[in-house]
């Protein structure tokens, strides 16, 4: 089993900051990847962004140029730093990791851009 959990949302204006945490635990070495799903009201549930042990990644088309994943793996936390937030970036930002047989996910952590 594997644990996440996430830190780090809010509520900001349109062109700011915000920078979402999230630390795994449990059984890391089943992990392949690590990255950031978001979802917004009446939406599915979409990829942000995703890192993986080889320390590939691949983004959103939304999110490209504005948001950067990086993962710690000594302390075994993956970090998405968002910068020019645009009011739909608004949505419940969900951690996930993909584990050998199953995906884990954390409890999500909302993050609200105002216009």
């Known amino acids: 089993q594997v644990q996440l959990v996430e830190s780090g949302g809010g509520l900001v204006q349109a062109g700011g900051s915000l920078r979402l945490s999230c630390a795994a635990s449990g059984s890391i070495f089943t992990i392949n990847a690590m990255g950031w799903y978001r979802q917004a009201p009446g939406k599915q549930r979409e990829l942000v962004a995703r890192?993986?042990?080889?320390?590939?990644?691949n983004y959103a088309d939304s999110v490209k140029g504005r948001f950067t994943i990086s993962r710690d793996n000594v302390k075994n936390t993956v970090y998405l730093q968002m910068n020019s937030l645009k009011p739909e970036d608004t949505a419940v930002y969900y951690c996930?990791?993909?584990?050998?047989?199953?995906?884990?996910w954390g409890q999500g952590t909302q993050v609200t851009v105002s216009s």
């Open positions: 996930n990791a993909l584990g050998i047989w199953t995906d884990y």
């Open positions: 890192k993986t042990n080889g320390g590939s990644t």
